[in-house]
């Protein structure tokens, strides 16, 4: 069985720290992988999906960035936050097609101070 | 652009009653709708999925239809149990493995 892993659970960090956030998925080959946040009374905002490795699409300007060096690995990262950068982050993976439904980690809770 | 609407944004129960939870989208051409359940702090959790071509799907106390056509989908829970109380969110996918455009969830209190 297919399954999704995001660490860590929570992180309290500085205004203009690095941040690296991982999620990996294991059980399946080649997955559509996506990167949401959740901040405070707002709905969910992609912020970037991949379909392959080193392909990643952006959808809203901002100081993150994502990577995809393995199949199954997809990477926030920021060189800097932002107080703005505070929410819940979200990993998902989909397949490509067919059947795509999707399935989330368990996220990650940022604060930033 | 699509938009995903859901209202109402809160709904508060007995228990033992039915619950309708309503999603719009403006755009039809969807390749699929999905429902999640998400717990406060938590990630969320995959309920049922309607392909564009169904017209209804079910599992257990859950049953969501889809009506392309008019852009609504209703998630139907029966006889409601404190247990169901979360935040439910529904999404649609434009095209196979694209993004899922969410709306902004009904937040659901079932009250013993």
């Known amino acids: 069985s297919q399954t999704i892993h995001q660490w860590p659970a929570t992180l309290v960090q500085p205004v203009g720290s690095p941040l690296s956030l991982e999620c990996t998925v294991e059980?399946?080959?080649?997955?559509?992988l996506y990167w949401y946040r959740q901040a405070a009374g707002r709905g969910l905002q992609l912020l970037f999906y991949?379909?392959?490795?080193?392909?990643i699409s952006s959808e809203v300007p901002q100081n993150l960035s994502a990577s995809r060096p393995q199949d199954r690995q997809f990477i926030l990262s920021s060189k800097k936050l932002l107080l703005s950068d505070s929410g819940f982050y979200l990993c998902?993976?989909?397949?490509?097609?067919?059947?795509?439904?999707?399935?989330f980690g368990q996220g990650t809770r940022l604060t930033v101070v | 652009k699509q938009e995903v609407t859901q209202i109402p944004a809160a709904l508060s129960v007995p228990e033992g009653e039915n619950l309708v939870l309503n999603c719009s989208f403006t755009?039809?051409?969807?390749?699929?709708l999905q429902w999640f359940r998400q717990d406060p702090g938590k990630g969320l959790t995959s309920l049922l999925l309607?392909?564009?071509?169904?017209r209804e799907q079910t599992s257990g106390r859950l049953n969501a239809s889809l009506d392309k056509s008019s852009g609504r989908s209703t998630l139907y829970i029966a006889a409601s149990q404190p247990g169901d109380s979360a935040t439910y969110l529904c999404?649609?996918?434009?095209?196979?493995?694209?993004?899922?455009?969410f709306g902004g969830g009904t937040r659901v209190l079932v009250k013993p």
């Open positions: 998902a993976w989909s397949v490509l097609e067919g059947w795509t439904e999707a399935f």
């Open positions: 059980g399946t080959s080649n997955p559509n």
């Open positions: 991949s379909v392959g490795i080193g392909q």
């Open positions: 755009d039809s051409a969807i390749y699929n």
């Open positions: 309607i392909q564009s071509s169904q």
């Open positions: 999404a649609v996918m434009k095209a196979a493995g694209n993004k899922l455009t």
